[in-house]
């Protein structure tokens, strides 16, 4: 069984992706790391919940309600809530309280619960509150601008302290994600290993079972449990 997603780019520069979810008659699914926060709304036999979710540095097996849809916000890199440090919310997350179907409650303030379309109203809201807040420095050496002026060390503290993470775990954990995606498409190993400049293989394997938690013959033949990754074409 699988889960069936559907995901946009979103122009804001605060948000990376706006995805949908329904899970059908899954009840677990193999999750995958990932570098950013976001938050998640979904309904359950008529009652809603919200969450925020944190960067995931490994793949694991995570429960899926039953015939719950959902929509999920994924948070530029170098972006982070102000209530809730993303440091503190790397491989996990926190269920938020008093969730109904129409609203939710961040920050002790209630906010309308969005929908895929108006995700970025809800994220602009947020910004123009206060809440979510980001890290220039992060988004400008993303960007591959130079900062000279500034030390590798700071650099690193400073992708810490808004991530969670570091430069190297970003990269390996993208660059990972995409190689998924390739596979899944259709390209060979040695095509991926190529492209995404693996040193072999075996480097590329165990990428591959660290942050994704599939093989390459899995994910190019389409094989395994639900995952929560967006592989259709």
Known sequence: M??????????????????????????SMTSVAGVRWGLVFWERDGRSYASVTGPATRS???????GATFTGIEFAVGTSLRAMPTPALVDGGVELPDTHRRTF??????????????????VEHLVRAGMVVRDPLVAEVLRGRDCADVSQRTVER???AATGLTRGAIRQIERARTAAEL????????DVVARLDYFDEPHLA???RSYVGRTARQLRQGDGCAIGLDLDP
């Open 2 to 27: 699988k889960l069936h997603f559907e995901t946009r780019r979103s122009d804001s520069p605060w948000v990376d992706t706006v995805w949908t979810c329904t899970g059908g008659q899954v009840t």
């Open 206 to 208: 165990r990428a591959l």
């Open 158 to 160: 400073r992708f810490r």
């Open 105 to 122: 409650r961040l920050d002790g303030a209630r906010h309308e619960t969005p929908g895929p379309d108006d995700a970025e109203a809800l």
């Open 60 to 66: 694991g097996t995570a429960p899926v309600p039953e």
């Open 183 to 190: 596979l899944a498409a259709g390209d060979s190993a040695a």
